[in-house]
């Protein structure tokens, strides 16, 4: 009999499972892959990301074979911001979700899930987790209305069943064990993006750029082995246009965001890989505890990439979740206690401002005047513009940025005005031809 069985092992996972091995905890964390392998992922970390991994003492790890930056570089309709995630936030946000702001980091990277996924498993086999890999799950054992264990088999054909006080499903979006617990997905928003990347060798640009034009948007990132991710994207009602001509209509959409960056990768880039993509990210939210049972990461929350979180809120639920368990296994409270006190803080008022506002970008409606007005704006106030981008990246909560007098106080404090970018003159005009796929 195990505390607790996993079944998942990569960003949501193996964390939960190595938490609580470090907690003393006997568990099992069951894997259908067999890792390194890298799997569907921006792979990119937020500073909070890097915080948890400073935090569980696997940050060194990741930087000494990752590039690392701390300034972002965001260009919408031309106007350009640079700024940084401020410690103080960065704090705060882990003092009201944790109750511990010790550990945070300023800096972020892009990490590919064949090296990134490989350390988390090791970390928690490290620590003491029974780890398996190439073992599916196919049952859940259920007695009496409540999760006991789970039936699967090993890749070579072989049966087994184990049995654990409590089962915590970190199998992603396609979740086996919600399946099995027939689940529902409710708030789903299937106005979405899609996306397509690829690894360039050649050039190196200086940290994260994004850049977003109409319906269109673009970022490149270094990341491990010399290379850098460069991604498109757009509304999901595209996608299939897109698809037709994945090679073209890529080189077509970042010289139409960006055509500085789209002649850099071009002149000075090296394709090292094929094209990745996705067409579908609807956003969905899943109960997340029940009789013997708890949710983490994707399988009990998901949403569209075009803010590249993922990774980060998997690691934030691993943190929360084995914190929860752990409390119930050692006897400091009862299971539903604890497993409340997970769930107030995953389905917050600050988490469900992030949700709405995550899928809201995600449409790709041409931005606004008055959206492009306050971009324009931020320009010359590096304070604002700093927690502009720890909005962004869920640190700093939405509402307080976007409240109307803080929008205020920055129109108030505005050295720029409308005139000094393009995007402007012929706004309306612009804006109506932004509406058209280029891809069809």
């Not at 009201?96 to 064949?114: C, F, K, M, N």
């Amino acid at each position: 009999m195990f505390d607790a069985i996993v079944v998942g092992a990569r960003c949501a996972g193996s964390p939960t499972a190595m938490l609580l091995a470090r907690g003393g905890h006997r568990v099992l964390l069951l894997e259908r892959a067999q890792l390194p392998s890298d799997v569907l992922s921006t792979h990119f970390l937020w500073p909070h990301g890097m915080s948890y991994l400073n935090r569980w003492g696997l940050l060194e790890s990741v930087v000494r074979t990752t590039p690392s930056y701390a300034a972002v570089r965001i260009v919408n309709e031309g106007i350009s911001l640079t700024g940084e995630v401020p410690e103080k936030l960065l704090r705060a946000h882990f003092e009201e979700l944790h109750g511990d702001g010790s550990g945070v980091v300023t800096t972020y990277a892009s990490v590919r899930r064949r090296v990134l996924d490989k350390l988390l498993i090791d970390a928690a086999a490290s620590a003491g987790a029974d780890v398996r890999e190439g073992c599916a799950v196919d049952e859940l054992i259920v007695e009496d209305g409540r999760v006991v264990g789970v039936r699967g088999r090993t890749r070579a054909g072989t049966r087994f069943e184990e049995r654990a006080r409590i089962v915590v499903g970190a199998d992603g979006r396609n979740s086996f064990v919600a399946r099995a617990l027939g689940l529902t997905k409710y708030d789903e928003r299937p106005r979405c993006t899609f996306a397509y990347w690829t690894y360039y060798s050649g050039f190196a640009p200086r940290g994260l750029q994004l850049h977003r034009r109409g319906r269109l948007a673009a970022a490149v990132v270094p990341t491990n082995f010399d290379q850098s991710m460069t991604l498109v994207w757009g509304p999901s009602e595209w996608g299939a246009a897109f698809r037709t001509d994945v090679a073209g209509h890529f080189q077509q959409a970042l010289s139409f965001v960006s055509p500085d960056l789209a002649e850099r990768v071009r002149s000075e880039g090296r394709q090292e890989e094929r094209f990745y993509g996705t067409l579908d990210q609807t956003a969905y939210l899943r109960p997340l505890y029940g009789p013997g049972w708890v949710l983490v990461g994707d399988a009990e929350s998901f949403k569209d990439q075009c803010t590249a979180t993922g990774m980060t809120h998997a690691f934030r639920d691993a943190e929360l979740a084995a914190t929860a368990i752990g409390s119930w296994l050692g006897g400091h409270e009862p299971l539903d206690s604890a497993l409340r006190s997970y769930e107030e803080r995953r389905r917050s008022q600050n988490a469900a401002a992030y949700y709405d506002y995550v899928c809201t970008l995600a449409e790709m409606r041409p931005l606004r005047h008055d959206e492009l007005q306050l971009l324009s704006a931020l320009r010359g106030n590096q304070e604002e513009t700093d927690r502009y981008i720890a909005t962004h990246a869920d640190i700093a909560p939405v509402s307080e940025f976007f409240q109307a007098s803080n929008l205020f106080l920055i129109n108030d404090a505005a050295r720029e005005t409308s005139d000094q970018h393009a995007i402007f003159d012929g706004f309306a005009e612009t804006s109506r031809s932004y509406l058209r796929n280029p891809f069809s």
